[in-house]
T-cell receptor
Framework: GAGVSQTPSNKVTEKGKYVELRCDPI?????LYWYRQSLGQGPEFLIY????????DSGLPNDRFFAVRPEGSVSTLKIQRTERGDSAVYLC???????????????FGPGTRLTVL | DQQVKQNSPSLSVQEGRISILNCDYT??????FLWYKKYPAEGPTFLIS?????DKNEDGRFTVFLNKSAKHLSLHIVPSQPGDSAVYFC???????????FGKGTKLSVKP
């Protein structure tokens, strides 16, 4: 059980390629978040889902980044035309919080380390 | 422009002594603060939180103090144990949708 899982754990790709990163949240968690952690930095918010809809995508750096959660559970983060600067650990988190606001303990997965050569 | 700042990238403490990790923030609208602990190759794990209406929250060896007027919080670990060695992130719940805003982290090393 249980925790948030992410696949793959590591992904190496070439500049210009397309990648998909998958997140399986904790069962029953309606809120799902994607963060990106670059070397020496804390996690930075990318996008938040409440159910199937992206409630806040203000953290996505540009239109090469896109995420979906079609059935309100598993989410996929998609990156087109990858660049070397996209190399980072991509973290997914889920929470029970139905509204997103207020106290919001988020449970994180182990992350996917993306390396763009 | 960092809204949550952890100015010490690292801290080394002797086993049994107190570890104090500091965090400063700029936005007075933040309503909750959380501390996460991260081991290499793992995701951050929740440690302790504090509401902005409190000034202290304690859980076992971990205590978080909040000074709203100074926009400062600190995590105290006492006594420190070698297993506490990890990177500690301070985070604020500031987004309207609950996204967390993290500091850069402080790497704690507890020496036996």
């Amino acid at each position: 059980g249980a925790g948030v899982s992410q696949t793959p754990s590591n992904k190496v790709t070439e500049k210009g390629k397309y990648v998909e990163l998958r997140c399986d949240p904790i069962s029953g968690h309606t809120a799902l978040y994607w963060y990106r952690q670059s070397l020496g930095q804390g996690p930075e918010f990318l996008i938040y889902f409440q159910g199937t809809g992206a409630a806040d995508d203000s953290g996505l750096p540009n239109d090469r980044f896109f995420a979906v959660r079609p059935e309100g559970s598993v989410s996929t983060l998609k990156i087109q035309r990858t660049e070397r600067g996209d190399s980072a650990v991509y973290l997914c988190a889920s929470s029970l919080n139905p509204s997103g606001a207020g106290y919001n303990e988020q449970f994180f997965g182990p992350g996917t380390r993306l390396t763009v050569l | 422009d960092q809204q949550v700042k952890q100015n010490s990238p690292s801290l080394s403490v002797q086993e049994g002594r107190i570890s104090i990790l500091n965090c400063d923030y700029t936005n007075s609208m933040f309503d909750y603060f959380l501390w996460y602990k991260k081991y290499p190759a793992e995701g951050p794990t929740f440690l302790i939180s504090i509401s902005s209406i409190k000034d202290k929250n304690e859980d076992g060896r971990f205590t978080v103090f909040l000074n709203k007027s100074a926009k400062h919080l600190s995590l105290h670990i006492v006594p420190s144990q070698p297993g506490d060695s990890a990177v500690y992130f301070c985070a604020a719940n500031g987004g309207s949708q609950g996204n967390l805003i993290f500091g850069k982290g402080t790497k704690l090393s507890v020496k036996p």
